[in-house]
Each structure stands twice: as C-alpha cells, then as structure tokens.
C-alpha cells in the first residue's frame, strides 16, 4: 500500500508542475510580457506602472528565470496581486472559496444520498414502477440546465412563499459562514444546495443502477445466493462495493470540477464564491484573479483524482499492484 500511495503522489506532482507550465506559457508566453503586464497594470496604468510589474514578474528576463519565479511564488503562497482592487489574489481566493467550499460539500451530501439511494432501489427493483419513477426522474433533472432549476426554486420557494407571508427561505445573496452560526449557514444555503444536488444526482442515479446490474450477473454474486447468503447482504457487501468504481471516479471529477466555482449556482443566488469572482474578473479583465482561480481550480481537480486513485487501492485491493 505503501509504494502505491508513494507512485500516485509522485504522478499527482508532476500532473501539477506539468500544470504550472501549461499556465505560465498561456498567461506569460502566449500574449508577450509587456502585454501582459499592461493587462495586469490595468487601461489607466502609467509605463512606469508597466515597467515596475514586467520587472516584479521577471517579464524582461529569459522565460526560463520568469517561470523559475513564478513556481517560487506559487511554492510560497503568492498568487500575485489584484491590481484592479489592491490586493493580493490570495486575499480575493481566501473570501470565496469558503462560499464555494460549503456550497460544494453541503451539495455533495445531498447528490450522493439521492443519487446512491435512488440508484439502488432502481438497480434492485429493475423494471418495477419505483425504477421508472426514479430513471425518469434522473432524466428530467440531468436534462434541465442548472441556472433554471435554480430560478425556478427561488420563484417558488422564496418570492411565491414570501408573497403569502411565509419566510422559510432566505433571499439570493444571503450568507453566513460556519464560524459564526452553523445554522444559519445551513439555512442560507438550502437552496443552492438542492439547485446543485438535484442536477448533480442524476448522473449518480444512472451510474449506480447500471453499475450495479452488470455486477449482479457476476459468478460470485450467484455463488453468493446460493449459498443462502443474506440478499441485503449480497447487495451491499459484495454487489456495492465492487459496483461503486464509476461513481467514485465520476465523484472526484464532479469535485474537483466544482471546486473551480459553481458559477452558474453562484450567479443565479448572488453567492460571491470563486465562480462569481471568475465572472467577475474575465469581465474586468482582471488577469491576476484569473490566473489564480485556474490555478486553484487545477489543483483541486489534482487532488480530488489523488484522493480518487487512494480510495480505489481501499475498495479494491488489485489497483495497488498497477
């Protein structure tokens, strides 16, 4: 177990500094460095302006001394400089990634419940009224885009609602963070929560009940049965385990994917997580916080496939040995 988890980690840093080249040539080589830095500096800079930023960035030297510094930054944390708003782009990643962070995790829940539930009563009562319901149900929901579900919960369940006197819900733009009420948060959240878990668990009721049907024409899940093993559990010992696979590489994807920004769950509830402040910077042209949302959003796709490779080694112990 050992040497697979060193290999996987030795994979997952070249897939990073792999990573920080690709966005060094797009960002850096790509337009030129004094392009850059007069984007960076902003319409209304002055050349002096220009002029400090290409030599804060190592833009008038060779590539090579530019990107060596670049890493260095990023191996101590410095993601460079807002020079739109004055201040670090860590600070800019620091105030929305907790918003992005809770909206994915709270989320996250709420789709695996739904989408594992509903996956393997369908997987276990195939062709019966329940697996129509819960595949017809995936269906409408895997095909209705994200900005409309969500608009239509606010509708219903905040203005309709509000308009009868009822306030269960809170308004879009509202946020709590956890560290100063956990209930609140919650509260806050609900909404979006369910916009992205109702969507996201589509994908994981169609994966979990076809996983799990090919899995139950396996030998040993005969074998099983007839050896007048429990059927509940045939289904979750033996049929889940070996049938969770898809999911959780579909599962590692989704978060590392989500953990870039939800934007368009951001947008509709007036949330100022990273994929708000994404919109916000392309429109800017604010290439500093773009440049650090992306390489943010990398990372975490890197980790989560990391911690996807991890978990494969615990479901199923032949991984380990390729």
């Known amino acids: 177990m050992a040497r697979f988890l060193i290999r996987r980690i030795l994979q997952a840093l070249l897939v990073l500094l792999l990573m920080t080249v690709?966005?060094?040539a797009i960002f850096f080589l790509g337009p030129g460095p004094q392009s850059v830095a007069r984007v960076m500096a902003g319409k209304e800079a002055t050349p002096a302006q220009v002029n400090a930023i290409a030599t804060q960035f190592y833009l008038n030297?060779?590539?090579?001394?530019?990107?060596?510094?670049?890493?260095?930054?990023?191996?101590?944390?410095?993601?460079?400089?807002?020079?739109?708003?004055?201040?670090?782009?860590?600070?800019?990643?620091?105030?929305?990634?907790?918003?992005?962070l809770s909206l994915v995790i709270g989320a996250a829940v709420l789709w695996l419940?739904?989408?594992?539930?509903?996956?393997?009563?369908?997987?276990?009562?195939?062709?019966?009224?329940?697996?129509?319901?819960?595949?017809?149900?995936?269906?409408?929901?895997?095909?209705?885009?994200?900005?409309?579900?969500?608009?239509?919960?606010?509708?219903v369940f905040y203005q309709l609602l509000t308009q009868h006197g009822v306030t269960i819900f809170p308004a879009p733009g509202t946020w709590t963070p956890f560290s100063q009420d956990p209930l609140?948060?919650?509260?806050?959240?609900?909404?979006?929560?369910?916009?992205?878990?109702?969507?996201q668990a589509a994908t994981y009721t169609r994966l979990t009940r076809g996983s799990m049907l090919d899995v139950f024409g396996e030998d040993y899940i005969r074998t099983a049965r007839s050896k007048g093993m429990p059927e509940r559990r045939v289904i979750l010992r033996h049929n889940l385990?070996?049938?969770l696979t898809p999911?959780?590489?579909?599962?590692?994807?989704?978060?590392?994917?989500?953990i870039g920004g939800v934007i368009l769950t951001e947008d509709v509830f007036g949330l100022p997580g990273?994929?708000?402040?994404?919109?916000?910077?392309?429109?800017?042209?604010?290439?500093?916080?773009?440049?650090?949302?992306?390489?943010?959003?990398?990372?975490?796709?890197?980790?989560a496939n990391l911690l996807v490779d991890i978990f494969y080694g615990v479901l199923d112990p032949r991984v380990r040995v390729h």
């Open 274 to 303: 990273l994929g708000w402040q994404t919109l916000q910077a392309v429109s800017q042209q604010d290439l500093p916080v773009i440049m650090g949302i992306v390489i943010v959003a990398s990372s975490g796709v890197v980790i």
């Open 241 to 243: 385990r070996a049938s």
């Open 22 to 24: 690709t966005v060094y």
């Open 247 to 258: 999911v959780v590489t579909q599962f590692g994807l989704d978060i590392g994917i989500l």
């Open 184 to 199: 609140s948060w919650a509260h806050d959240l609900i909404l979006p929560w369910f916009t992205l878990a109702l969507v």
């Open 113 to 155: 419940l739904f989408g594992l539930g509903t996956g393997i009563l369908s997987a276990v009562r195939t062709r019966s009224f329940l697996d129509r319901f819960f595949t017809t149900q995936a269906l409408t929901f895997y095909s209705m885009p994200t900005f409309v579900l969500g608009l239509l919960l606010i509708l």
């Open 61 to 100: 030297k060779p590539w090579y001394d530019s990107y060596w510094h670049f890493v260095v930054n990023l191996l101590h944390g410095n993601l460079g400089t807002d020079y739109f708003n004055s201040v670090p782009v860590t600070t800019v990643i620091a105030q929305a990634f907790p918003i992005t």
